[in-house]
């Protein structure tokens, strides 16, 4: 199968795991300088950030529009998100202060993000290899790729 004719579930599945592998780099560094643990965790918030930003802006809204019951689903996603987005918040500004210990915080993050990706990868991106437009499936394998990728 060709990087363009990928279903969505397994593009979408596979940006979670490079994900998970990038949160893993940065827990497996507090000995490291700050401006090191930094930016590895800024890497890692950029890309869950656009990761979020694709789903809210792309796919949310069809996933809704394609069934109403999918209202309920969707709204705990966004509230997901917003937990997500505040923990990340917390983690930057610890690693601002050069605070070293984010260990609270990064299992706070962990316990959220685990959850929340099951559910997706239960619920909502089955959905999407069956109703997403090829045109939309597209576009935001285009916006989830990563940087440099070619």
Same mark, same amino acid.
Request: no cysteine; glycine share 4%; net charge negative.
């Given at each position: 199968?060709?990087?363009?004719e990928?279903?969505?579930?397994r ?7 490079d994900?998970d592998?990038w ?5 497996a560094t507090?000995s ?13 918030a ?6 979020m930003e ?11 529009e394609?069934?109403p ?6 709204e705990?996603m966004l509230e997901?998100?917003r937990?997500?987005e505040g923990t990340?918040g917390r983690?930057?500004?610890?690693l @601002?202060?050069?605070s070293?210990?984010?260990?609270d915080?990064?299992?706070?993050l962990? @316990?959220v993000l685990?959850?929340? @990706?099951?559910?997706?990868e ?12 090829v045109?939309l ?8 790729r990563?940087?440099?990728d070619?």
């Open positions: 199968m060709s990087h363009a990928e279903v969505p579930s593009v979408l599945g596979g940006d979670h795991r994900l592998r949160f893993e780099e940065f827990q507090p490291q300088p700050p401006g090191r643990r930094r930016e590895l965790f800024e890497r890692f950029t890309d869950l950030r656009r990761h694709v789903e809210e802006s792309l796919l949310f809204p069809v996933f809704r394609g069934d019951s999918h209202q309920v689903v969707v705990r997901e998100h937990r997500i990340l983690i930057q500004q610890r @601002n202060e050069s070293p210990a984010t260990d915080l990064d299992l706070e962990v @316990n685990w959850a929340h @990706n099951a559910r997706e239960q619920q909502v991106y089955p959905w999407f290899d069956l109703h997403l437009s045109e499936a597209e576009r935001m394998r285009r916006e989830l990563h940087a440099g070619p």
